[in-house]
């Protein structure tokens, strides 16, 4: 089992920068993966970054070069740095991590509104 957390979302400007925080706990040596999603009203879930247990990253074109995924072992956190932030990007946005043996883990989601 891996329990995760997600802290850093709220409100912030357009043009304006989050640091999104995703906290592990459990059984992380089993973790082969990491990344977040979001999902804005009415839309499905979206993949916004995506990390391999090797440091392979991945973004969708919408964050392209505006956020950036990392982690930091030593904590057990994922971070999600964005910045240039655009109102589209409102949405809640959920940590999720995958094991070896595939199985699937989500935190319960932070919000981050955009205001235009």
């Known amino acids: 089992q891996v329990q995760l957390v997600e802290s850093g979302g709220g409100l912030v400007q357009a043009g304006g920068s989050l640091r999104l925080s995703c906290l592990a706990s459990?059984?992380?040596?089993?973790?082969?993966?990491m990344a977040w999603y979001r999902q804005a009203p009415g839309k499905p879930r979206e993949l916004v970054a995506h990390?391999?247990?090797?440091?392979?990253?991945n973004y969708s074109d919408s964050v392209k070069g505006r956020f950036t995924i990392s982690r930091d072992d030593a904590k057990n956190t994922v971070n999600l740095q964005m910045s240039d932030l655009k109102a589209e990007d409102t949405a809640v946005y959920y940590c999720?991590?995958?094991?070896?043996?595939?199985?699937?883990?989500w935190g319960p989601g932070t919000q981050v509104t955009v205001s235009s």
């Open positions: 459990g059984n992380i040596f089993s973790i082969s993966a």
């Open positions: 999720y991590h995958q094991t070896q043996h595939k199985f699937d883990y």
């Open positions: 990390m391999s247990i090797s440091g392979i990253t």
